[in-house]
């Protein structure tokens, strides 16, 4: 105990000369710990950016339900597969017969519907208006009337357009709960009736879909949006074929919600089988098309989230080790400018061990305060996006005890050799230096 109790003063007074050393020399200790306060700052911030955006992904998709499949032209599956970006393009549009020839000839499907403006090779955006209110750039999808049962959405107010508004080319539309706020909420006003604009086009609100789990904001999340009849969508932004950008072709895709009865596997098979057909593909031939998944989708996900984290680790690998170094300068700055003081210490009975501990602590304390420097700019780096932005972003505890525990590294790793310079000086050589 009495061991104890004096390593915990000899800790103490340290800690309390490190931060005196700090406040005399405050300009040197600014520029000292910078590097350190950057790799924190990058390692906090990115994780917070990618860990919401990774939760908010996650909780979309699995909304969508796991057993719905999504025939696209091409999306990350195929990257991640190694395809050819060009032999991608070359990929036909997907259509609203495509989606109606799945209906027709499939016996293991329950649900089909085409959405039109989603998927690759761009989303369709607009922004919304109402007496003067206006939203941020909203996704526009052309779908049919079981665009609400096929996505396991719930409504919030009006109704769903019908099969006859569709047939009819009617302008209505079903608004995102983000739409609803932005637009009526505020100045409590029902949507429902209201004539809204999208782009050029008016369109008579029907009804508003219920908030979706976890969209947190996201641009492209599920509540910024409005859904119209794929054939009004068709004379406002063209059809399937229409060519738009340098890819070419509307964006398209197709969402189909297998029987109770049948399993998924054997649902992508028949999908596939019917696909192949439609686009005249022969044996030797691979699909020109994507059947996506859930797993699939959170599988490429994975592999991007953990390459991201790989560079976030590196990039802040670098300006740590910048940091240390300035760290590394500055305490042999600081043991020579001590000698003096080393030799007294020493001379008065202070060993080796104690010695080393008392500028490994202060190394410590140096990077320590840049960690909580770092901490603290990162999670406010987090947070000023998310008000700027709405990107949704998360603040794990692990990320800061990350922070933390590389700071507090840097500091034993690039303070030992300063610390160990200092223990091993002479106690003569050191009180006669001048």
Same mark, same amino acid.
């Given at each position: 105990m009495a061991l104890f109790e004096r390593y915990l003063g000899l800790f103490r !007074?340290?800690? /309390?000369?490190?931060? !005196?050393?700090?406040r005399t020399n405050k300009m040197r200790s600014a520029l000292t710990v910078l590097g350190v306060v950057i790799g924190v700052t990058s390692i906090v911030g990115m994780t917070s950016l990618i860990r919401g955006f990774d939760t908010s992904l996650r909780d979309s998709i699995s909304a969508l339900g796991p057993r719905t499949i999504f025939v696209q032209r091409f999306g990350a599956v195929s990257f991640s597969a190694g395809a050819s970006f060009l032999d991608l393009i070359r990929r036909p549009s997907l259509t609203i017969e495509d989606g109606q020839a799945i209906e027709r000839n499939s016996t293991t499907i329950d649900l089909v519907d085409t959405w039109l403006g989603a998927g690759p090779p761009g989303p369709t955006f607009e922004r919304l208006f109402y007496a003067g209110e206006r939203t941020r750039p909203a996704a526009v999808m052309g779908t049919s009337d079981r665009f609400i049962d096929v996505n396991f959405a719930k409504m919030f107010a009006g109704r769903m357009f019908t099969e006859q508004e569709v047939e009819r080319r009617r302008r209505v539309a079903v608004i995102g709960f983000d739409v609803y706020e932005a637009l009526f909420a505020r100045r409590g006003i029902d949507p429902v009736g209201k004539r809204i604009r999208i782009g050029a086009v008016?369109?008579? *609100? *029907?009804g508003v879909m219920g908030? /979706? &789990?976890?969209?947190?904001?996201?641009a492209m999340g599920q509540d910024n949006m409005a859904v119209i009849p794929y054939t009004a969508f068709r004379k406002q932004f063209g059809n399937e074929r229409v060519r738009r950008g340098p890819f070419g072709g509307q964006a398209v895709m197709i969402a189909v919600v297998p029987r109770e009865d049948v399993s998924r596997d054997e649902a992508m098979r028949e999908v596939e089988t019917i696909m192949r057909i439609r686009h005249?593909?022969?044996l030797d031939k691979p699909n020109d098309f994507d059947l996506v998944t859930q797993d699939a989708v959170l599988k490429v996900w994975d592999q991007i989230s953990q390459a991201v984290l790989l560079a976030l680790v590196v990039i802040s690998s670098v300006a740590l080790m910048v940091g240390g170094i300035g760290v590394m300068a500055i305490m042999t700055i600081s043991v020579t400018e001590r000698t003096r003081e080393i030799g007294v210490r020493k001379a008065i009975g202070a060993r080796n061990v104690e010695i080393l501990t008392q500028f490994l602590i202060e190394a410590v304390v140096l990077t320590g305060v840049g960690g909580i420097i770092g901490v603290l700019a990162g999670s406010a780096i987090g947070l000023l996006v998310n008000l700027a932005?709405?990107? &949704?972003?998360s603040l794990p505890w692990w990320s800061f005890a990350?922070?933390?525990g590389f700071s507090a590294f840097v500091g034993v790793f690039f303070g030992m050799l300063p610390a160990w310079r200092a223990s091993r000086m002479d106690p003569i050589d050191a009180l006669r230096y001048e």
């Open positions: !007074e340290t800690a /309390r000369m490190a931060f !005196e050393t700090l008016e369109y008579a *609100v *029907v908030k /979706r &789990p976890s969209a947190g904001g996201f005249g593909l022969t932005s709405g990107f &949704p972003v990350l922070g933390l």
